[in-house]
Structure formats: structure tokens, C-alpha cells
């Protein structure tokens, strides 16, 4: 529904912009927004690099149908950083590492048994690389394929009221990203779709006895529209579709949920300033769809809901 929403409001902004300066003659956008630093194609040029900073605080809880009242809740604090060479105009480099300054699970059972787990610390490190395969400036549109690599490392330690020391030890992950993005004059769109794998496993139980987790596959596609009109400020808003593959819980039936299919709405407000090479963004990301849980060996499908709020700080240097 949200999908189909955006994509509707897609099409009335595309023929708003065709008619956009002849409705307001006096009114003058720069039709090349990729030098901007917020704009949705933008990429570093050769020896140029941005750093961006993320803080991201989320709310998830998942009830499942089968067996409520019981749920699980998670309450996070990550915080991202993300570095972007510019190898050349039309090949970037990045790296990002995510940190754990809080993340606190609640499994809440009709029982009237509450356990909690807590992680905290560095968890994921990504390398990778952006692509710009075909441009063209005269009417701004851009095609750029996007690859990255997690090697497998240890996660956040974790440990909680009801096992005190548990720790994960997490897979590698790889991803593949198509992007389209098309300029016209104050307003950006861009769709995009993802495929990225998770290898195998290990979390160690209460016992610390090693419990493998097989991998999965992740699918997104979505879009994003960004009306820059403003004098130094934007606004955004996106829609993507999270759909979850050959997804295996454990054998020694320790509780895990995963995700089945999601869908995210998010809004964005941001504002570049300082001779445009520093821009601030705050956000809200609204997630809900379908999930199961692991119980005791038993599998139960659950509904899930995340809400969540970001703050970005994004940092470039331009010669």
C-alpha cells in the first residue's frame, strides 16, 4: 500500500516538475544537483571524500498471534560512521562501521517470565564500493551499481539478567545494489534494488556451548523523493519493500525471531550549510510486517512493528 502510494505521488511530482518553470518563471533551479552534498546521486569527485555520521534510535516489538500476550521488545541506540573516497568521478569508495551504544532485548511470556539481553560495542564493519555505470547531465539522470562486503567477525559482547555473558560471533554478508536517479529541476527521485546474503552463524548459548544459525538472503526495491526548492534545506520521503529467504533457526531450540516481509515508510528534513560541504538531517522510520519466533524447538508467526528516529551529520571536503 505505502508502495503503491509513493509511486503515485512519484508520478504527479514528475509532471508538476515538467511545468515547474513555466509555472513560476522567476524561479530558478540549478538542474545539476550532484555537486550538492544531500543530493540523492551524489558522489565525491577524484580525491574528494565525505564522512557521514549516523545515530539512530529504534523502538521493535513483535507479538505473536499464536500465543499472546507474549512478545519480544527491543530498545537500540547504533551509531554509524561511513567514509567515501573518490577513487575517480564515477568510482567511490567507502567503509562503514556500526557501534552498539545500546541495544536491549525483553522476551515477555504469559508465564510472567521477563528475560533480558543486552549487547554492547562494535558489530559491523562494511567495505565496498559505488560504480556511476551511465550518466547523463543535460537531463540530469544517473545509473550506479553499489557492492559491499562484511567479512565475518565477532558482534557486540552481549550478556543480560537471565544469561549474564553471552556473546555472538556473526557471519560475513555480501550485497549487489541497482540505483536509478532522476533529476527534475527542484525535485530528485531515485529507485533502487538490493539482493544481499548472510552466511552461516555462531551465538553462544547461557552455557556457552556454540549454536549454529544457517544463513539467509535478503531482497529490497523501493524509492525516494526529495524536493530541494528550499533556499539551504530538503525534504524527503521513501518507501522500500524487505522481503527474507531460506531463513533456518536453530537445532537446540533457543529463542530467535527473524523477519519474513517488512515495509518501511521514512521522512526526512535536512538542511546544508557552511559553503555546502556540511549537512544535518533528522528522521523518521515507521517498519511493519510479518515475523517468526522460535520457542522451545516450536515456530510462531508474530507482527511486527519498529519505530525509529535518526540524526545524520555528513562532512565533505571539496577542492
Known sequence: MYFKFL??????????????EEMFPDVKFEL??????HALSFMPSAGNFIFQTQIKNSSEKIDWTETSPENRTAESTIIALKYSY????RLTLFSQ???????????NFSSG??????ERGMSDATFGLKWRIFYQDTYPFYLDLEAGFAPQ????????????????????????????????SAYEYQFFISYKKYEDYLERDASFNEVNFEGY????????????????????????????????????????????STTELWFKLGSTIYQE????????????????????????????????YTFDIIIGNFH
Open 7 to 20: 509511486i503515485f505521488i512519484s508520478f504527479i511530482g514528475f509532471v508538476h516538475a515538467q511545468n515547474h
Open 32 to 37: 545539476q544537483r550532484r555537486d550538492i552534498i
Open 86 to 89: 573518490g577513487l575517480s568521478d
Open 97 to 107: 562501521i556500526d557501534y552498539k551504544a545500546s541495544h536491549t532485548v525483553n522476551y
Open 113 to 118: 517470565v521477563l528475560e533480558t539481553y543486552k
Open 153 to 184: 567477525q565477532g558482534a557486540a559482547k552481549r550478556g543480560g539478567e537471565a544469561s549474564p555473558g553471552n556473546n555472538l560471533q556473526g557471519g560475513s554478508s555480501s550485497y549487489g545494489k541497482l540505483i536509478f536517479s532522476r533529476q527534475f
Open 217 to 260: 538472503t535478503k531482497m529490497q526495491y523501493g524509492t525516494v523523493g526529495q524536493y530541494e526548492g528550499f533556499k539551504n534545506a530538503f525534504a524527503q520521503i521513501g518507501v522500500q519493500k524487505n522481503t527474507y529467504k531460506d531463513e533456518h533457526f536453530s537445532t537446540n531450540g533457543s529463542y530467535l525471531y527473524a523477519p519474513q
Open 277 to 308: 560541504q556540511l549537512t544535518l538531517m533528522l528522521g523518521l522510520n515507521y517498519e511493519t510486517g510479518k515475523g517468526f519466533f522460535q520457542k522451545s524447538g516450536s515456530e510462531y508467526e508474530g507482527d511486527i512493528t519498529n519505530l525509529s
